[in-house]
């Protein structure tokens, strides 16, 4: 298991990042992740756990990484207790709040039984069908592509309206 370096922690989500993003990053970029994620907790996960009762005990994890892909923004999974795990390209910066937008519509297709990883096929269905498409044919990326925008001006709302918002890291292994 690799050791994940734990920025930032409340009671709905946690910010972490892997080693190699610590050593890279500056204080200023990790405090962008935590007002990002921050930003996410108070306007995205706030309405999906108002609108989808049973995610009331989900946990957000976020975690920055350096992907080898430099195409590959992001990821979101849903582990069995309905945490939600949101990986993120550390060394795209200038999309972060549009791919936490993204992400955080996975998020919600997730919570809601939307889509669903089906362990006995191994690939995912979406509202009860299964389905094979291209990446950006399926259907539920078609709808987070769709949403993105719209999540990501939320959170850039949020961060110009509490822009002296300064919360501390919390640097300590986990």
């Known amino acids: ?13 946690s910010v972490y990042c892997t080693p190699a993003v610590e050593q890279q990053s500056s204080a200023k970029r990790k405090s962008t992740y935590v007002k990002t ?3 996410a907790e108070k306007t995205l996960i ?11 005990n989900s946990h957000f994890k976020f975690l ?4 080898k892909n430099e195409g590959m923004l992001g990821t979101c999974d849903l582990e069995f207790d309905n945490d939600i795990i949101v990986e993120l390209n550390a060394n795209a910066m200038n999309n972060l ?7 955080l519509v996975h998020a919600r297709q997730f919570l809601s039984g939307q889509l ?5 096929i191994k690939y995912f269905t979406y509202e009860g069908d299964k389905h094979k498409y291209i990446y950006r044919r399926q259907p539920w990326e078609l709808e987070a592509y769709a949403l993105q ?8 709302r949020w961060l110009l309206d509490h822009a ?10 986990v």
């Open 149 to 156: 925008d719209r999540e990501s001006l939320k959170l850039k």
């Open 1 to 13: 298991m690799i050791r994940h370096i734990l920025l930032y922690k409340n009671d709905k989500i």
């Open 64 to 67: 920055f990484k350096n992907y």
């Open 37 to 39: 994620c921050i930003a």
């Open 97 to 103: 709040c549009k791919t936490v937008g993204h992400e």
């Open 46 to 56: 706030k309405s999906i756990t108002r609108k989808y009762p049973n995610s009331k």
């Open 164 to 173: 002296h918002y300064n919360p501390k890291l919390k640097i300590s292994e």
């Open 116 to 120: 669903k990883y089906n362990n006995r």
